[in-house]
């Protein structure tokens, strides 16, 4: 079965409500998670985190409102590349970057992969691709976190293997099948929160485990159905998706015994 590692990149911080309606304006820490999948040997690395270039990109300019924002902090030895090479991890030896949405949280350390492909939703990145400035920033992307040849090593999962979902994965019925993952891990589209945003079931010794990226911030959101603030839809893709994304996480935790991690769920 596949194994998944976590992992923390950094952190930025908010105030709680941003999250959660009514949890009050006091400042919570929103860590980056990312996490390593293996199969049988076969290696993918699930979003980054933040990383140094997260900083050099958003020093000046219009990108410096993302930083006022959500001030972000990495201690030293805490990016990706650092831990992993603590850990005895090379990077060489991570065969794919699965990137679930083009947040900056999520793609700060791509450019220290240079050895690795990249899957996305093919929606995603053609819908950042051309995004420059104002526009950019209103959707997260920060462009010079994308290596300059992202376009040839990059693969969509539109163009995988398409499936029917185990009846456990209710009220999800269909995803796309990894490459080489012995059909352990299924990418599924979880829409709403931004452009191609996606997540995948992986399935391990354990059972059935959701990387369910961006969809909720919090258990709340999807346990209790306690909704953001009203302003996050500001910079949401599609606010009407990600309340039908949500209630299908509601249906899914409540239905089966799948455990759902999500990126930014507070320690």
Same mark, same amino acid.
């Given at each position: ?19 959660? /309606?009514?949890?009050? *304006? ?5 860590? @980056? ?9 076969? /290696? ?11 900083? /050099? ?8 409102? =993302? ?18 090479? @603590? ?60 290596? @300059? ?6 693969? *969509?999962?539109?163009?995988?293997? /398409? ?30 929160? @931004? ?46 998706? =990600? ?25």
């Amino acid at each position: 079965m596949a194994k998944i590692i976590p992992f923390k990149a950094g952190y930025c911080t908010h105030i709680a409500c941003m999250a959660m /309606r009514g949890a009050g *304006f006091h400042v919570c820490q929103f860590p @980056a998670r990312a996490w390593l999948i293996e199969v049988d040997g076969y /290696r993918w690395l699930w979003d980054t985190g933040y990383a140094e270039y997260f900083q /050099r990109y958003t020093q000046s300019g219009i990108f410096k409102l =993302y930083q006022k924002t959500t001030p972000v902090y990495l201690k030293q030895g805490e990016s990706l590349k650092a831990q992993f090479a @603590a850990l005895g991890i090379e990077l060489a030896s991570i065969q794919h970057v699965i990137i679930s949405h083009f947040h900056g949280d999520h793609i700060a350390g791509l450019k220290d992969f240079t050895h690795s492909r990249f899957i996305c939703s093919q929606q995603g990145w053609q819908t950042v691709k051309p995004l420059r400035g104002f526009f950019a920033l209103k959707q997260g992307f920060v462009p010079d976190l994308i290596p @300059a040849d992202f376009e040839q090593r990059v693969s *969509f999962l539109e163009q995988f293997e /398409r499936c029917t979902l185990a009846p456990e994965l209710s009220p999800f019925t269909h995803g796309y099948i990894l490459p080489n993952s012995k059909k352990q891990v299924i990418l599924v589209p979880l829409p709403g929160h @931004a452009a191609g945003h996606i997540g995948a079931f992986i399935l391990t010794d354990e059972g059935w485990t959701l990387l369910a990226s961006d969809a909720a911030w919090v258990k709340a959101n999807y346990q209790e159905l306690k909704q953001p603030s009203r302003l996050t839809q500001l910079i949401m893709a599609d606010p009407r998706a =990600y309340k039908q994304t949500l209630m299908q996480l509601h249906q899914l935790s409540y239905q089966s015994n799948v455990t759902i991690y999500l990126s930014h769920e507070g320690e």
